[in-house]
């Protein structure tokens, strides 16, 4: 019984792991369909659900953007948006 439990939650870790992955790649796909964000300048980390969005851009408007754009995916159960404004990146 003990191997079944193992297997169970290992599992379910995978799924979690998996998970994360799709929603990443949605994550992606989501930003680059606005057509705003320069490439390379957001990077985004997903675990459990929890996104993360780190890196710089050259506006609050579109650190916000960003932010929104994540918070309308349903899978999202927290955002950490750490992006920094800088104004030597160019637009």
Known sequence: MVVVREFQESSQLNNSALNDMR????????????????????????????????????????????QTVVLHNNNVNFLRNEIRVSKYIES
């Open 23 to 66: 929603l990443e790649e949605q994550l992606w796909e989501a930003l680059h369909r606005m057509g705003i964000l320069p490439n390379g300048s957001i990077q985004i980390t997903v675990q459990d659900s929890t996104v993360t969005l780190s890196g710089e851009v050259a506006s609050y408007y579109l650190k916000q953007l960003a």
